[in-house]
């Protein structure tokens, strides 16, 4: 792939802005900073329209349908916007009682599903905390809050148990709304199915133990048989979704050029549904990126996008249909790729 268009983002007390999460949103770019949302039309790169408020960082952003954006954020609020109103503020807010640091949304925009930040439990702000009904224990230092938009209060179900630290991603199953996971900085993936009960430990139907604080996970198969899981020492591992290992690449940094592509760091994982095949994609200091088909046996080195970073790539979302990509990095860059 080549660059064929960046933009810098304005510095912020003159400080390089990290481009934390970027979505190709059909006409549209979205990209958030720590304390801001931005769109961009997709052709020219000129700003549309700017999200922010924000108190504490953004911890996540998702787009649905080409209509939605919605973030999570450190001070404890899923906002959800609708692009089409033109307006700055949020059509909905769900709002838990501790800092979020990741979500996802159900398959049919159903279900709200995020995972929090440990606190300090002597700390918290109120002694009574509570959330859909359940009062929390005073061990409870970490959730995972549900939320059914259909509902007047939106508060469906908590869970407290099943993680003892930051639970740092969360993604709901691609064909049912009461199925998603959990990964964790304690080094947990579980799987949950809340459709015939939301008693925690009934729900939470299988689990792994990594040993590694978990970064990111996701589903892969047309049919969310699989799942990846990436953790903070870069290594990348396969399995069922009834938590089987499959294959473990282990750690995936390499240092010797005559071994392959410099690989510093990871950026992310990506499953195509078109060719039902999933890619990796890694990083070096200096910007480069380099993508992977992942297969059972092997990774097989795909391509290199360079000349467009010169520092750490934090995010890539790929259009596999046209054949392009859009990336943001600690240089402050959006970069936009074709092959």
Excluded at 120 to 149: C, E, H, Q, R, Y
Excluded at 241 to 270: Q, S
Aim: charged letters at 20%; a negative charge; hydrophobic letters at 30%.
């Amino acid at each position: 792939m080549n660059c064929i268009n960046r933009i810098e983002l304005p510095k912020l007390n003159g400080l390089t802005q990290y481009v934390q999460n970027v979505s190709d949103f059909g006409t549209q770019i979205v990209i958030s900073t720590e304390s801001i949302v931005q769109t961009y039309d997709y052709t020219s790169l000129e700003p549309i329209i700017q999200y922010d408020g924000y108190t504490q960082p953004i911890s996540g952003m998702l787009t649905k349908n080409q209509n939605f954006v919605s973030t999570s954020s450190l001070d404890g609020k899923i906002r959800i916007y609708d692009v089409r109103t033109g307006s700055p503020n949020p059509v909905n807010e769900l709002v838990s009682p501790y800092p979020l640091l990741s979500f996802d949304i159900s398959c049919d925009n159903m279900f709200v599903v995020a995972g929090s930040e440990q606190v300090d439990v002597n700390k918290k702000s109120s002694p009574k905390v509570s959330f859909a009904g359940k009062p929390f224990d005073s061990d409870d230092d970490v959730g995972i809050f549900l939320w059914d938009t259909r509902m007047a209060n939106k508060e469906y179900a908590v869970f407290t148990e099943t993680h003892s630290n930051d639970v740092s991603q969360i993604k709901c199953h691609k064909q049912s709304n009461t199925k998603f996971m959990s990964g964790s900085t304690d080094g947990l993936v579980c799987i949950y199915d809340f459709e015939t009960t939301l008693d925690e430990n009934d729900a939470m139907i299988y689990s792994s133990n990594m040993e590694i604080s978990v970064q990111q996970i996701g589903y892969v198969g047309n049919g969310s048989e699989f799942f990846y899981c990436i953790t903070d020492m870069n290594t990348l591992s396969l399995w069922t979704n009834e938590c089987t290992l499959v294959r473990d690449f282990k750690d995936l940094i390499n240092e010797d050029p005559d071994k392959g592509p410099l690989i510093d760091y990871v950026v992310n994982c990506e499953f195509n549904g078109s060719d039902n095949n999933l890619y990796l994609t890694t990083g070096d200091i200096s910007g480069n990126v380099d993508v992977f088909m992942v297969g059972i046996d092997n990774l097989s080195h795909l391509s290199r996008l360079s000349g467009g970073h010169s520092d750490i790539v934090r995010c890539i979302d790929y259009n596999f249909s046209r054949g392009t990509a859009i990336s943001g990095g600690e240089d402050g860059l959006i970069c936009l790729w074709s092959s």
